[in-house]
């Protein structure tokens, strides 16, 4: 009854966490059946299915996030469950309970689960009472101007204000003082409402020179473990450009209670299948605070598996089947260094401006982990996200890891169009990023100071 | 003699800046160059699109959220 092999798993997701999620699939040997839009029907994951099933027309409103839609064409290509791979309708709780609800197994956790994580103020919450720190913010969720102001003075300035039903980092603001608080908060209110149609705000000390680290979790609705942490604080547009498993320079001890904080989280919400506990880190204190919590995989995942040589998706699949965790805590451990790079389509010469054309060769390095859905005459739609692919690479050690980062940058071809791979050159020969003088604030200040040349746009080499 | 006014990127066509405000144009009127007539969204991301030429009586070749290709007619005007 536990066992996946044999059955369908229907793939409601696209580009490479499709191909990611089909090569896990394979891996416990399940058939395939492939959501697709009208845009995506010769995308490689669709070609690598056993069925692709048209979910609808290229707006992803009108086909990938279309709940009826999906359920509806997963329950008729006979699946017996359905992956959600992240971003679309992968937190959504209501997808979750009508898969179940149509008789399918969701890959992932409980709706319960996805609702209460997904809200930020009731994480919080969950996170304080299993004894997980939390940034120095307000106690819930704040209505009146009047409040927002007493709250932020007993916080402590700058502090950021953030939409309660966020994500992505739409609807944060930084207040540096009460006149700055005074005039932002109803812009802040509006895009949440919005955004999200719920202007509910709250307040956080925003952490200078602060560190994303993020710690993988995965459980079984009973026990929980940690895969240890990832780095990732180099970021655009809030947007990673580039994670490492694990951080660096971070003390065992710290190590420690990081990521047996995430497991007591974790646990205390009956954690089933992948998830992360982002946390702030200020290197200065070496205190962790507890951000919020994905309850998917996430895009980043390549560099636990490289570091732990656990298949993180395919265990999610075999937990959503109804195994329990086929690791203990003590079977988790860590190996060398790994970086990931994403490579999008933009062009980093013209302010990272989207690129959807041909790529009309891929030339990935032979023993390099490539997740890409490229391949050679794809054209690449304009309706969905810009990434193309994630270049993974091991080391011993962390300069060995950015060391095998430039060979494999250098010899990644990617024909057709404009991609991020010259900046991910430029970084891996950046002094600051070799010393890990880096934070969530770097890259911006950092991409001012260091315009990128052009890249291969039209069918030039993307070096 | 009417005018095509075409998209200058691929993506999916907006009629409205958000999805509760009016449409930038409505139809029927008149547009001069330079103005936004709608919104392109490649990737993820938003750019204007403005009208090459000026004219009367605008009809739209889209519906708000169809897709559009590069070059492809927006609306055309006399």
């Known amino acids: ?463 | 003699m009417t005018k095509d006014l075409r998209s200058p990127l691929p993506g999916t066509f907006y009629r409205r800046p958000a999805p509760d405000a009016p449409p930038f144009v409505a139809d029927g009127a008149s547009v001069s160059a330079g103005d936004v007539i709608g919104l392109v969204e490649v990737m993820k991301t938003f750019h204007e699109v403005k009208a090459e030429t000026g004219g009367a009586n605008i009809r739209f070749a889209l519906e708000n959220e169809d897709p559009v290709m590069a070059g492809a007619v927006i609306a055309t005007v006399d």
């Not at chain 1, 700055?180 to 209110?189: E, F, I, K, V």
């Not at chain 1, 997740?371 to 994630?390: E, H, Q, R």
Request: hydrophobic residues 45%; proline residues 6%; aromatic residues 6%.
């Open chain 1, 1 to 463: 009854m536990t066992d996946p092999s044999g059955r369908t798993l229907f793939i409601a997701n696209r580009g490479e966490i499709a191909v990611r999620i089909n090569r896990a699939a394979r891996a416990l040997g399940m058939k395939v059946a492939q959501a697709h839009s009208d845009a995506d029907a010769d995308m490689l994951a669709a070609r690598l299915a056993d069925v692709a099933v048209n979910v609808g027309p290229p707006a992803a409103k009108k086909s990938y996030l279309d709940i009826d839609r999906v359920v509806a064409a997963a329950k008729g290509a006979g699946a017996d469950a359905v992956h959600p791979g992240y971003g679309f309708l992968a937190e959504n709780s209501g997808f979750a309970d009508a898969v179940e609800a149509a008789g399918m197994r969701f890959v992932g956790p409980t709706g319960a689960t996805i609702a209460r994580m997904g809200d930020k103020v009731a994480a919080r919450e969950a996170a304080a009472s299993a004894g997980v720190p939390t940034v120095p913010g307000s106690a819930g969720r704040i209505e009146e101007p009047e409040a927002l102001a007493a709250e932020a003075a007993r916080i402590g300035f700058p502090v950021m204000l953030k939409a309660a039903a966020g994500g992505g980092g739409r609807g944060i603001r930084v207040a540096e003082t009460g006149e700055d608080l005074a005039r932002l908060a109803p812009q802040a209110r509006a895009e949440a409402l919005a955004a999200f149609g719920d202007g509910g705000l709250y307040l956080e000390r925003l952490v200078r020179n602060a560190r994303h680290v993020e710690v993988q979790v995965m459980g079984d609705g009973a026990r929980a473990i940690h895969l240890f942490e990832r780095e990732c604080s180099l970021q655009r547009r809030r947007q990673k450009v580039w994670e490492e498993a694990p951080a660096f320079g971070l003390r065992p001890e710290v190590r420690d209670r990081m990521c047996a904080a995430s497991v007591r989280l974790a646990e205390a919400v009956s954690y089933r299948g992948a998830g992360t506990l982002e946390y702030l880190y200020d290197p200065a204190t070496e205190e962790f605070f507890f951000l919020e919590m994905n309850t998917r995989i996430q895009v980043e995942h390549p560099v636990t598996e490289m570091v732990t040589g656990v298949d993180l998706v395919a265990e999610m699949i075999r937990i959503a089947f109804g195994a329990p965790l086929s690791l203990r805590q003590e079977d988790v451990r860590l190996s060398g260094h790994a970086i990931e790079v994403r490579v999008n389509a933009e062009d980093p010469s013209k302010g990272f401006l989207p690129f959807p054309g041909i790529c009309s060769r891929l030339q990935a390095p032979p023993g390099v982990r490539f997740d890409t859905m490229l391949y050679d005459g794809y054209a690449i739609p304009p309706f969905y996200d810009s990434l193309v692919g994630k270049l993974i690479v091991h080391g011993p050690d962390r300069e060995g890891a950015i060391a095998a980062l430039r060979d494999a940058v250098d010899s990644l071809l990617i024909e057709g169009l404009p991609t991020t791979l010259p900046l991910h050159a430029a970084l891996a020969r950046d002094p600051d990023v070799a010393a890990g003088r880096i934070h969530t604030q770097f890259l911006e200040p950092w991409l001012e100071a260091n315009p990128l040349g052009p890249s291969g746009a039209g069918g030039g080499d993307t070096r």
